[in-house]
T-cell receptor
Framework: GAGVSQSPSNKVTEKGKDVELRCDPI?????LYWYRQSLGQGLEFLIY????????KSGLPSDRFSAERTGGSVSTLTIQRTQQEDSAVYLC????????????FGPGTRLTVT | KNEVEQSPQNLTAQEGEFITINCSYS?????LHWLQQHPGGGIVSLFM???GKKKHGRLIATINIQEKHSSLHITASHPRDSAVYIC????????FGAGTRLTVKP
């Protein structure tokens, strides 16, 4: 069975450009999470979606970050006007629902802003 | 003070040793996760606990809700257990510990 997939696996972009990162969750999982892991740092929660409810955006570090989830499945994380401090591995996870359900992680997208 | 504290930060063990990694948290939670991150970066969920104890192979996880504390134990450790182990708590969103880097030497 397919796990969580993310694309691209690596992205190098110039400072100031916009980037889009994609996450395909496990089929049937209604909850989808985005996390960030900066080099040598711990994991940081960014945003989660549960079904058709409004997403919890409380972890987004600035208004340059936004995320969508179309049709309750695929999600896109967009970073506008990228900065060097945005360089990190962006991880997506999905679970059956939010709360007390195991999360399954994708392989991540390594973003480098030059 | 971080909401999720792990100890130790780094741990080196000889193959076969019994390993314990601790996690303390300061917020009310509905679940606690133990994650394993391999050197290549991939993350695997090992356990999700809301009470008691769970066992999977050589791995055991316990949680004490009253004391806001969880432990991850590895019995008969092996070099392939070398990874970063991350404690995460779910309280409306996920909060993560800084991780424990485990190295098991043959």
């Amino acid at each position: 069975g397919a796990g969580v997939s993310q694309s691209p696996s690596n992205k190098v972009t110039e400072k100031g450009k916009d980037v889009e990162l994609r996450c395909d969750p496990i089929s049937g999982h209604t909850a989808l999470y985005w996390y960030r892991q900066s080099l040598g740092q711990g994991l940081e929660f960014l945003i989660y979606f549960q079904g058709n409810s409004a997403p919890d955006k409380s972890g987004l570090p600035s208004d340059r970050f936004s995320a969508e989830r179309t049709g309750g499945s695929v999600s896109t994380l967009t970073i506008q006007r990228t900065q060097q401090e945005d360089s990190a591995v962006y991880l997506c996870a999905s679970s059956f629902r939010t709360g007390t359900y195991e999360q399954y992680f994708g392989p991540g997208t390594r973003l480098t802003v030059t | 003070k971080n909401e999720v504290e792990q100890s130790p930060q780094n741990l080196t063990a000889q193959e076969g040793e019994f390993i314990t990694i601790n996690c303390s948290y300061s917020v009310g939670i509905s679940a606690l996760h133990w994650l394993q991150q391999h050197p290549g970066g991939g993350i695997v969920s090992l356990f999700m606990l809301s009470s008691g104890k769970k066992k999977h192979g050589r791995l055991i996880a316990t949680i004490n809700i009253q004391e806001k504390h969880s432990s991850l134990h590895i019995t008969a450790s092996h070099p392939r257990d070398s990874a970063v182990y991350i404690c995460a708590v779910y309280a409306n969103d996920m909060r993560f510990g800084a991780g424990t880097r485990l190295t098991v030497k043959p």
